[in-house]
């Protein structure tokens, strides 16, 4: 199935798929309404449990409002029920723990993944925060892939890590950052003493 | 409608200057390189670090401190033994373990033991490295060396230079093409295995205060050289000979002139000795009493060399 093909689909569309399957109603933080079916939420474990603890019927998914999924941007979460909806009904795989994780990415998961690394990122956000085994599997191995053949400088730029130095000056900075406010927060305090006042609240 | 001309469109691209490419094409936006993997999820990061063969995960370990601890936190504690093969190129080292397989720089090298907590570790070596450098690294990682195992030929007075430099240690070696050469040093003691006939002279030359040889007769030790008293004046203090076959200490005594000493006395280690022969160096500087003794599987001949200005022997 192509990604063009997965029945994820737009409520505005008008393309509702007419089965007697119970499909879920999702929106996400830019309020973009998606149609995810209950086998294709089974993918993720995070949905799973919400939508049993709900105990939505087949009325409720209809009249009641979407469930809002706010860390998640449309563009994403699109991407993330067309890999749920392509997945449905697969068995999630469970972890041996092995170094290094033996994954392969199918050909549907690296066309769905042929995005800008922008993009990557959200995608492996929202797995992890979903809790989507598999997706969260082929997307860390992608960006896993980007590291064959690099060298460390090269594999610096690749996932933007900083060195010992920048470490260092990130951490003076954001001690110095925060100084400042502790030091305000202090002056007030002294402030609130000097007028008579118990509490600092 | 005005005529394109060459002239026309250059003006247009370099706004009348030459060799100016200004913005004036329509450019897209700097597509970002890179993923900030240190911005997702721990669990994200481990997921993506556990994809990275040992190779790439060593390679991330060199960026820094940060990265090092994360690498090492995901690689399994399990092993045990590394082997270190040092290459013929002299600054290339391959490491592998019961799953990993890194091949890199020797500068590399502390990382990587680093990574595993330093384990267990075995050195290959080829002679075409210079032993000094294998003496640092014994040296500087004497609590991981227990085997060293030389793939090909070794010039001998260096291989004594090597073990005499890290005395006090306690490692294996074993020089593989000389079918079953062998040495085990521990703090005070060499026991040297099936001894190449070429390594033979070099003995006299470890400062070891025992020094156990297995498997050798004593005439292929130039044995009846010591009898005459030219035995070393060095640190060693007891050679354990273990003989390959049984040999008659007797006669060999008895040609070289020396009388036995059929008086029994008591040996600390080995018990009641009946039968011993005494020896003393040309210069007067040592004495030795030699004994055979046998325990359940090997015959041995026992020589303790003692100073003769600090000890009268056991008579």
Same mark, same amino acid.
């Given at each position: *199935?192509?990604?063009?093909?997965?029945?994820?689909?737009?409520?505005?569309?008008?393309?509702?798929?007419?089965?007697?399957? *119970?499909?879920?109603?999702?929106?996400?933080?830019?309020?973009?309404?998606?149609?995810?079916?209950?086998? =294709?939420?089974?993918?993720?474990?995070?949905? /799973? @449990?919400?939508?049993?603890? *709900?105990?939505?019927?087949?009325?409720?998914?209809?009249?009641?409002?979407?469930?809002?999924?706010? /860390?998640?941007?449309?563009?994403?979460?699109?991407?993330?029920?067309?890999?749920?909806?392509?997945?449905?009904?697969?068995?999630?795989?469970?972890?041996?723990?092995?170094?290094?994780?033996?994954?392969?990415?199918?050909?549907?998961?690296?066309?769905? *993944?042929?995005?800008?690394?922008?993009?990557?990122?959200?995608?492996?956000?929202?797995?992890?925060?979903? /809790?989507?085994?598999?997706?969260?599997?082929?997307?860390?191995?992608?960006?896993?892939?980007? =590291?064959?053949?690099?060298?460390?400088?090269?594999?610096?730029?690749?996932?933007?890590?900083?060195?010992?130095?920048?470490?260092?000056?990130?951490? @003076? =900075?954001?001690?110095? =950052?925060?100084?400042? @406010?502790? @030091?305000?927060?202090?002056?007030?305090?002294?402030?609130?003493?000097?007028?008579?006042? /118990?509490?600092?609240? | 409608?005005?005529?394109?001309?060459? %002239?026309?469109?250059? %003006?247009? !691209?370099?706004?009348? %200057?030459?060799?100016?490419?200004?913005?004036?094409?329509?450019?897209?936006?700097?597509? $970002?390189?890179?993923?900030?993997?240190?911005? !997702?999820?721990?669990?994200?990061?481990?997921?993506?670090?556990?994809?990275?063969?040992?190779?790439?995960? &060593?390679?991330?370990?060199?960026?820094?401190?940060?990265?090092?601890? #994360?690498?090492?936190?995901?690689?399994?504690?399990?092993? %045990?033994?590394?082997?270190?093969?040092?290459?013929?190129?002299?600054?290339?080292?391959? &490491?592998?373990?019961?799953?990993?397989?890194?091949?890199?720089?020797?500068?590399?090298?502390?990382?990587?033991?680093?990574?595993?907590?330093?384990?267990?570790?075995? !050195?290959?070596?080829?002679?075409?490295?210079?032993?000094?450098?294998?003496?640092?690294?014994?040296?500087?990682?004497?609590?991981?060396?227990?085997?060293?195992?030389?793939?090909?030929?070794?010039?001998? $007075?260096?291989?004594?230079?090597? &073990?005499?430099?890290?005395?006090?240690?306690?490692?294996?070696?074993?020089?593989?093409?000389?079918?079953?050469?062998?040495?085990?040093?521990?703090?005070?003691?060499?026991?040297?295995?099936?001894?190449?006939?070429?390594?033979? $002279?070099?003995?006299?030359?470890?400062?070891?205060?025992?020094?156990?040889?297995?498997?050798?007769?004593?005439?292929?030790?130039?044995?009846?050289?010591?009898?005459?008293g030219r035995f070393p004046s060095g640190e060693l203090k007891q050679l354990i000979v273990g003989l390959e076959f049984p040999e008659d200490l007797d006669i060999m005594m008895s040609d070289a002139g020396v009388t036995v000493n059929n008086e029994e006395w008591e040996h600390p280690v080995y018990g009641p000795i009946d039968k011993s022969y005494r020896i003393r160096r040309a210069d007067n500087t040592k004495e030795a009493i030699l004994f055979e003794y046998c325990d359940d599987f090997h015959e041995m001949v #026992?020589?303790?060399?003692?100073?003769?200005?600090?000890?009268?022997?056991?008579?």
């Amino acid at each position: *199935m192509s990604v063009e093909n997965a029945p994820v689909v737009d409520v505005d569309e008008a393309a509702i798929p007419v089965e007697k399957k *119970m499909y879920y109603r999702f929106e996400s933080n830019d309020k973009k309404e998606f149609r995810v079916s209950e086998l =294709a939420i089974q993918q993720s474990e995070t949905l /799973n @449990r919400l939508v049993e603890a *709900m105990g939505y019927t087949s009325e409720d998914v209809e009249n009641k409002p979407a469930i809002a999924i706010e /860390n998640i941007d449309g563009k994403t979460l699109k991407l993330v029920f067309q890999w749920c909806e392509h997945h449905k009904g697969e068995a999630i795989p469970v972890d041996d723990g092995s170094v290094p994780k033996i994954v392969e990415i199918p050909e549907f998961d690296a066309k769905l *993944m042929d995005i800008d690394n922008g993009l990557l990122f959200k995608l492996i956000w929202a797995a992890d925060y979903l /809790n989507i085994v598999q997706l969260l599997n082929v997307s860390c191995k992608k960006v896993a892939n980007m =590291a064959q053949g690099k060298t460390p400088a090269q594999l610096r730029r690749v996932y933007l890590l900083p060195s010992d130095e920048e470490d260092e000056a990130a951490k @003076r =900075a954001a001690q110095e =950052a925060q100084d400042p @406010r502790a @030091r305000e927060v202090e002056e007030e305090f002294e402030e609130r003493k000097r007028q008579g006042g /118990n509490s600092f609240f | 409608m005005p005529k394109l001309s060459l %002239k026309s469109i250059r %003006k247009w !691209l370099f706004n009348g %200057k030459k060799h100016e490419s200004k913005a004036i094409l329509p450019c897209s936006p700097p597509v $970002p390189t890179g993923i900030p993997i240190l911005s !997702l999820s721990c669990f994200s990061q481990l997921e993506i670090l556990r994809n990275l063969d040992f190779f790439e995960l &060593v390679q991330l370990s060199l960026l820094s401190a940060k990265s090092r601890a #994360v690498v090492k936190s995901i690689l399994p504690k399990s092993h %045990k033994i590394m082997t270190i093969n040092f290459g013929r190129s002299s600054n290339t080292i391959s &490491v592998s373990t019961n799953q990993h397989i890194y091949m890199g720089s020797y500068e590399h090298v502390d990382q990587v033991l680093d990574l595993f907590d330093y384990p267990e570790t075995v !050195l290959s070596i080829g002679t075409d490295r210079k032993l000094n450098t294998i003496t640092e690294f014994i040296e500087k990682y004497k609590d991981c060396v227990r085997l060293i195992y030389f793939t090909t030929p070794v010039f001998y $007075p260096d291989l004594v230079e090597l &073990v005499n430099s890290v005395k006090g240690l306690e490692f294996s070696m074993i020089i593989e093409v000389h079918g079953e050469f062998s040495f085990i040093c521990t703090e005070f003691e060499i026991q040297i295995n099936n001894p190449h006939p070429f390594f033979i $002279p070099h003995i006299w030359r470890l400062n070891f205060s025992i020094v156990k040889i297995n498997d050798v007769n004593l005439s292929f030790l130039n044995f009846a050289d010591w009898i005459y008293g030219r035995f070393p004046s060095g640190e060693l203090k007891q050679l354990i000979v273990g003989l390959e076959f049984p040999e008659d200490l007797d006669i060999m005594m008895s040609d070289a002139g020396v009388t036995v000493n059929n008086e029994e006395w008591e040996h600390p280690v080995y018990g009641p000795i009946d039968k011993s022969y005494r020896i003393r160096r040309a210069d007067n500087t040592k004495e030795a009493i030699l004994f055979e003794y046998c325990d359940d599987f090997h015959e041995m001949v #026992v020589m303790e060399i003692e100073s003769c200005v600090h000890r009268s022997l056991i008579f």
